[in-house]
């Protein structure tokens, strides 16, 4: 079991506007698809930072982040070619508040379950 770990750091102005829109567009579609396990979004706590390598005071943390359950990288690959070609999707991603400029920054990391 593979599973991919996405955090987006949207742009802070648009951010209210993209919680509905996840909530009510993206989100359900991405679980039609994916296994989607969760998709959460930052709340107005502060983050807690612990150790030795703190971020400086610019770096913010993501305000959104989601993980997919996939059972390898191949099938992973195969799934975000067929959806990014989704025409469906594509019309989605159009309504995307602030339009694509709005994501600061994505990552996205793998991990294998212990």
Do not use: C
């Amino acid at each position: 079991m593979l599973f991919e770990i996405r955090n987006y750091h949207f742009e802070p102005t648009h951010f209210e506007a993209y919680k509905k829109w996840a909530a009510a567009d993206a989100v359900a579609y991405l679980k039609s698809k994916m296994d989607v396990v969760g998709f959460w979004v930052a709340n107005d706590m502060e983050p807690e930072y612990k150790g030795r390598n703190k971020p400086d005071e610019s770096e913010q943390p993501a305000n959104i982040t989601w993980i997919i359950r996939w059972n390898d990288r191949q099938e992973r690959d195969e799934a975000w070619v067929q959806l990014r070609a989704d025409p469906e999707w594509k019309a989605i991603l159009a309504r995307v508040p602030g339009g694509w400029r709005s994501y600061l920054r994505t990552e996205a990391r793998f991990a294998d379950e212990i």
